[in-house]
């Protein structure tokens, strides 16, 4: 049995990530580090801190409460030094308000598997399930599976929503488990994939490939986030498209515009570097939904 796992969040009822009513699991830790990561809570293997600003009522419990005097309050509220903080939680646990919140809560596989069958009624009345997101799961494989192998046995729809930056002895560990894959796809090129996301991209396309051998092309929504002069380019548009011409069985790709994330790097005491960058405008998603349809797969936008 596997240990613990560390989950930033759980998202109950859910309609956005896979079919039905779902509850999503966010898991802690990712090889990435994308520089307009949507969930950057997420990122970072250890639990993290968050503060919002607008909750805060400069009541000072948490600074007398923190042990290594990483708190201190300003004119403007809490100012945070992160290189002190050891995140032992007694800030958050004192906050009357909220506005401090720890991100990452261990959890054996008994107790997040009991998290999940509470919304048991749900997935039964809209055909929906558990979609397993982060951060990247397959950052905690043995966890991961584990739970997977608890739904299984338990009659319950499972999403693994992955970058597949991973092993490949791992993606074959937990693919049997797994009912629909949700898999995000950024650079058709190396060397962009490793400038702006910190990682190497061969893992991700031969853990797609594999899947697609395996028969699994049919179970697989291709994920794109469209990041305005990043990952939109057409060079990068065309090295997508050629390399999911050459898949088999691949049906369906949704396109995701990038939204303003730069707050939450704020809360979390990180510098946010794309500053210049803008949500794409509708007529370019509408102009890259004609490109990707040539493909013959369905093409979805999300808002």
Same mark, same amino acid.
């Given at each position: 049995?596997?240990?613990?796992? $560390?989950?930033? +969040?759980?998202?109950?009822?859910? #309609?956005?990530?896979?079919?039905?009513?779902?509850?999503?699991?966010?898991?802690?830790?990712?090889?990435?580090?994308?520089?307009?990561?949507?969930?950057?809570?997420?990122?970072?293997?250890?639990?993290?801190?968050?503060?919002?600003?607008?909750?805060? #009522?400069?009541?000072?419990?948490?600074?007398?409460?923190?042990?290594?005097?990483?708190?201190?309050?300003?004119? &403007?509220?809490?100012?945070?030094?992160?290189?002190?903080?050891?995140?032992?939680?007694?800030?958050?646990?004192?906050?009357?308000?909220?506005?401090?919140?720890?991100?990452?809560?261990?959890?054996?596989?008994?107790?997040?598997?009991?998290? #999940?069958?509470?919304?048991?009624? @749900?997935?039964?009345?809209?055909?929906?399930?558990?979609?397993?997101?982060?951060?990247?799961?397959?950052?905690?494989?043995?966890?991961?599976?584990?739970?997977?192998?608890?739904?299984? /046995?338990?009659?319950?729809?499972?999403?693994?929503?992955?970058?597949?930056?991973?092993?490949?002895?791992?993606?074959?560990?937990?693919?049997? @488990?797994? +009912?629909?894959? @949700? @898999?995000?796809?950024?650079?058709?090129?190396?060397?962009?994939?490793?400038?702006?996301?910190?990682?190497?991209?061969?893992?991700?396309?031969?853990?797609?490939?594999?899947?697609?051998?395996?028969?699994?092309? &049919? +179970?697989?929504?291709?994920?794109?986030?469209?990041?305005?002069?990043?990952?939109?380019?057409?060079?990068?548009?065309?090295?997508?498209?050629?390399?999911?011409?050459?898949?088999?069985?691949?049906?369906?790709?949704?396109?995701?515009?990038?939204?303003?994330?730069?707050?939450?790097?704020?809360?979390?005491?990180?510098?946010? $570097?794309?500053?210049?960058? /803008?949500?794409?405008?509708?007529?370019?998603?509408?102009?890259?939904?004609?490109?990707?349809?040539?493909?013959?797969?369905?093409?979805?936008?999300?808002?």
């Amino acid at each position: 049995m596997a240990g613990k796992g $560390l989950i930033t +969040d759980i998202k109950r009822y859910a #309609i956005h990530d896979g079919p039905g009513i779902r509850t999503t699991v966010f898991f802690k830790g990712c090889p990435l580090n994308c520089l307009w990561c949507h969930n950057p809570e997420c990122i970072s293997p250890g639990k993290d801190l968050m503060y919002f600003e607008y909750k805060c #009522i400069a009541c000072g419990l948490c600074v007398k409460i923190c042990p290594e005097g990483a708190l201190k309050l300003t004119g &403007k509220g809490i100012d945070i030094d992160y290189q002190l903080c050891t995140y032992c939680e007694k800030c958050s646990e004192v906050c009357p308000t909220g506005a401090l919140e720890i991100k990452g809560r261990f959890y054996s596989v008994p107790d997040l598997l009991e998290e #999940i069958e509470k919304d048991l009624l @749900y997935y039964d009345s809209s055909e929906g399930g558990v979609t397993f997101s982060g951060g990247e799961p397959l950052f905690q494989p043995e966890f991961l599976r584990e739970v997977l192998k608890g739904c299984r /046995e338990g009659k319950i729809h499972t999403v693994l929503d992955t970058a597949g930056c991973a092993p490949r002895e791992v993606m074959a560990s937990v693919m049997e @488990y797994v +009912d629909l894959f @949700y @898999y995000d796809l950024k650079f058709a090129d190396p060397a962009e994939q490793e400038r702006f996301t910190g990682s190497n991209s061969d893992l991700v396309l031969k853990n797609l490939e594999m899947l697609c051998q395996e028969g699994r092309g &049919k +179970d697989i929504v291709i994920r794109f986030a469209v990041i305005p002069g990043i990952t939109d380019t057409e060079k990068n548009v065309k090295g997508l498209m050629e390399i999911l011409s050459s898949m088999e069985g691949l049906g369906e790709i949704h396109l995701l515009p990038y939204h303003d994330v730069r707050e939450k790097f704020r809360r979390l005491g990180r510098e946010f $570097l794309l500053t210049e960058l /803008e949500v794409p405008a509708r007529v370019r998603m509408e102009y890259l939904q004609n490109k990707f349809s040539a493909l013959d797969l369905k093409v979805k936008t999300n808002t």
